[in-house]
């Protein structure tokens, strides 16, 4: 088979068995079931190679927040690539786009953030992230001060330093992560943990389990605190609305950095450019990826705050970085992403129009049999599966339903994760009344689905 002649979904599927190693898959089963093959996209809808449409109700994976096909990105790559493909930014050089880049990410963050480390993704972003927090208490004369407090759930990449800030249990589970040095406490998820206390109660239990933490360790061995602003792949965690208030209250009181991941949040997906501006938070680092280029080229980066760049500057060479750090092509894309995002309004619709429209539209979903609770912030959104709205109780072993639910899902032209029973949305910013109207008929109907098919 050349590259020219257009290979059928199976040729395509025997090469991918025989070759391919998948991110996060259990290769017999993929084996056995044949790999989609998503061959093109425009807007928000995927084309699989038998020519199924698809509504993408992840945006990718939390990241296509302009859409697909914007040719705007494609002839900036293509400009970019004819008059430098490539150059460092080691031994004292950089590149027009990724300087341009970082005053635009300056401009858009937090006041006292006004500096850019730039990265090939985001779970190289928190590795960043370990290395400059404790690089920042050495130069403080804190040497001490290493350890970093994460939370159960939380998601922060799959490299050693990102799986262990993360709280997955089953990736610490293969290969004894994680590292020394990283520590975790609950996270706030009042619906599946919150038992008898109200949202409120548990919100506020949920924070102080990090004075406790504090406590417990001693505020001189602690480098920093790492939260998403909503918790993404651990499944739409939104933490009560007493919850991050609380967080602030501890850490006004204590001497350590705060680092927002804000990988999934950040680039409009709260409806503010940041999660970091919806929570009103002073971060010292924010991770980011994904919306940085709207997926069209992989890119993270850390912004890092003025207390956090002075001390670095005080400690002279930093030796940290990748052989990517400001690609001028990635760039290039990133600064065509931010003009479209901040020219067509697209955040400004995203809170305004499209977050309120969906919110409203996936919330009639809760009366339904299958569902016990619908949340929402911005445009991400889940809705839980259970077998008894009242006692919250799953069916059958976790993830029953929603497995069942997301393959009924994509059989039915719709793109919606699982966590365990809990599916999960987050489509791209710029999707329409019209298309949030299908979306939710498609989850109405594929719900319908699931429950017929639990009942039997
Ligand atoms: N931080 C957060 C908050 C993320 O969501 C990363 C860091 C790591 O980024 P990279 O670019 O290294 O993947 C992420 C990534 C899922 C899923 O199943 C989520 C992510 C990645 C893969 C799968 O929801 N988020």
């Keep these: 088979m050349t590259s020219q002649t257009k290979a059928t979904t199976a040729e395509l599927q025997a090469l991918d068995a025989a070759h391919y190693l998948h991110p996060f898959t259990d290769h017999r089963q993929l084996g056995a079931r044949g790999t989609r093959v998503i061959e093109r996209a425009d807007g928000v809808y995927l084309w699989d190679s038998d020519g199924n449409r698809i509504l993408d109700g992840m945006a990718g994976l939390w990241c296509v927040n302009i859409g697909y096909g914007r040719i705007e990105l494609a002839d900036a790559a293509y400009r970019q690539m004819r008059e430098l493909p490539y150059y460092n930014s080691f031994f004292q050089c950089a590149n027009p786009p990724a300087i341009r880049l970082a005053a635009a990410i300056a401009e858009l963050a937090p006041e006292h953030m006004n500096h850019v480390f730039f990265t090939g993704s985001g779970s190289e972003a928190n590795d960043t992230v370990l290395r400059m927090v404790r690089r920042y208490w050495d130069i403080k004369g804190k040497p001490g001060k290493k350890t970093i407090i994460s939370r159960i759930n939380g998601y922060h990449g ?23 040095g990283i520590v975790h406490i609950p996270q706030p998820y009042w619906y599946g943990e919150g038992g008898d206390m109200s949202e409120e109660e548990f919100g506020l239990w949920a924070a102080r389990q990090l004075e406790a933490k504090i406590h417990e360790l001693g505020e001189d061995k602690i480098a920093a605190f790492i939260a998403e602003p909503i918790q993404g792949a651990g499944g739409v965690i939104i933490p009560p609305a007493s919850y991050w208030p609380e967080i602030k209250r501890i850490l006004a009181q204590h001497d350590i950095l705060l680092v927002v991941d804000e990988v999934i949040c950040g680039f409009g997906r709260t409806g503010e450019w940041f999660g970091s501006q919806y929570y009103d938070l002073q971060p010292d680092l924010m991770p980011i990826a994904k919306g940085m280029t709207s997926g069209y080229l992989p890119m993270g980066g850390v912004i890092v705050g003025d207390r956090v760049v002075e001390a670095l500057s005080e400690g002279g060479e ?3 970085g990748y052989t990517y750090s400001g690609h001028p092509v990635a760039a290039a894309v990133a600064l065509e992403n931010l003009r479209i995002l901040r020219e067509e309004g697209i955040v400004d619709y995203a809170r305004n129009e499209a977050a309120p429209y969906l919110q409203g539209r996936i919330a009639e979903l809760a009366d339904h049999p299958l569902v016990g609770e619908v949340r929402g912030v911005g445009m991400l959104g889940a809705i839980e599966l259970v077998k008894d709205k009242a006692t919250r109780e799953r069916f059958g072993e976790k993830g029953t339903a929603g497995g069942l639910c997301r393959d009924i899902c994509v059989a039915n032209g719709l793109v919606m994760r699982a966590v365990g029973d809990t599916m999960i949305m987050s489509p791209p910013l710029v999707i329409s009344r019209e298309q949030i109207d299908e979306l939710v008929g498609l ?11 639990l009942r039997v």
């Design 158 to 180: 799959s490299t050693v330093a990102g799986a262990s800030l993360g709280g997955m249990a089953p990736m610490h589970a293969q290969g004894d992560l994680p590292i020394p």
């Design 318 to 320: 930093f030796f940290h």
């Design 443 to 453: 989850i109405r109907h594929c719900l319908d689905l699931t429950l017929e098919k």
